[in-house]
């Protein structure tokens, strides 16, 4: 006599597992838990624009600070007989020279150097008084947040740029006038992503537990609340450091940023657009650097954001 089949449905028959988990258990190893700043280095890794971005910063870096000791020749040393070579016709010049006879690499080196050095200064400057202003105000809120936004307004409906050319005529052309002007009208929109960042944590759990265990404010701040902000100082970093290299070579290609002889990458774009005509390569040059530049930051700066942020992990750029 036959025995009836036991009927299967199909939940029995079929069961979704998670290979990572049946992995650590027939390895008897539990999965390892990555922390918020692990999965956004996993994510930027992965995000292969955004390295090759990172690679390329790191050389310029290390060649700019590589040239603080060694250099081909001296950037400002004039030597009339080999004045105009071109690139690639003097072994001792391989970008060639200037209409004063400058080695062209060396300026370059030399250029970009000043212009990494002013950009990270004033974005130094930027998160100084950026960052404490924007977590005060979200912080506090109330009647310290209405004070301090009306003051961001007042900055912010004048324009940057005629702010800029008024401290530089104040404080007078430099290298210190010119960190101080990019600095002081660029922190506004710094403060306004760390308030609304800040407003945003403080109403979470942990820091409402903090407060119940009797932290003071200062400490739920600069404990809590700062750190969780990081995300978004980090991402506008990237993008204000490339803003102030530009508006540095801005600065100084109109004549009012770093003054000759010093070479800056605003500088060599001034005098390669004089001689623009006959000598294309004097031009070239800066403005293949600088373009390079601001690429590179600003991919970093794409793939940072996707890194800290939840929402866009796990699309992948080229």
């Known amino acids: 006599m036959e025995t ?39 994510q930027l890794k992965h995000n292969h624009a955004a390295m090759v971005s990172l690679i390329f910063l790191l050389f310029i870096a290390v060649v700019s600070v590589a040239s603080l000791f060694w250099m081909p020749h001296d950037p400002n040393a004039q030597n009339v007989s080999l004045s105009n070579l071109k690139p690639f016709t003097n072994g001792s010049y391989p970008l060639g020279t200037d209409g004063l006879g400058r080695d062209m690499l060396s300026r370059l080196l030399y250029g970009t150097r000043i212009s990494l050095m002013i950009a990270l200064f004033a974005t130094l400057v930027d998160i100084l008084i950026g960052v404490p202003y924007g977590l005060v105000s979200g912080w506090c809120g109330d009647r310290v947040d209405n004070i301090l936004q009306r003051i961001i307004e007042i900055v912010s409906s004048i324009p940057e740029l005629v702010l800029i050319m ?32 800040a407003m945003q944590i ?20 600069f404990r809590h609340i700062l750190p969780n902000t990081m995300g978004v100082i980090i991402t506008r970093t990237m993008f204000t450091i490339p803003a102030a290299i530009f508006l540095e070579a801005l600065l100084s290609f109109i004549g009012i940023g770093v003054k000759a002889p010093n070479a800056s990458l605003g500088t060599l774009l001034n005098t390669g657009e004089k001689g623009f005509q006959f000598y294309q390569y004097q031009l070239w040059e800066p403005v293949l650097v600088l373009s390079l530049m601001m690429i590179a930051f600003n991919l970093l700066g794409d793939g940072l954001r996707d890194a800290f942020d939840p929402n866009t992990r796990g699309r992948n750029k080229w």
């Open 202 to 221: 403080k109403s979470a759990d942990f820091v409402l537990a903090a407060q119940a265990m009797g932290e003071s404010p200062m400490q739920i701040a």
């Open 166 to 197: 008024l401290l530089l005529i104040i404080l007078k052309p430099g290298m210190v006038s010119i960190i101080l002007a990019i600095a002081l009208s660029s922190w506004v929109l710094m403060a306004r992503l760390v308030r609304a960042s």
């Open 4 to 42: 009836p089949k036991k009927s299967t449905s199909k939940n029995e028959e079929f069961q979704f597992v998670n290979l990572d988990e049946v992995t650590a258990a027939q390895s008897g190893v539990a999965p390892k838990s990555l922390s918020f700043h692990e999965k956004a280095w996993h």
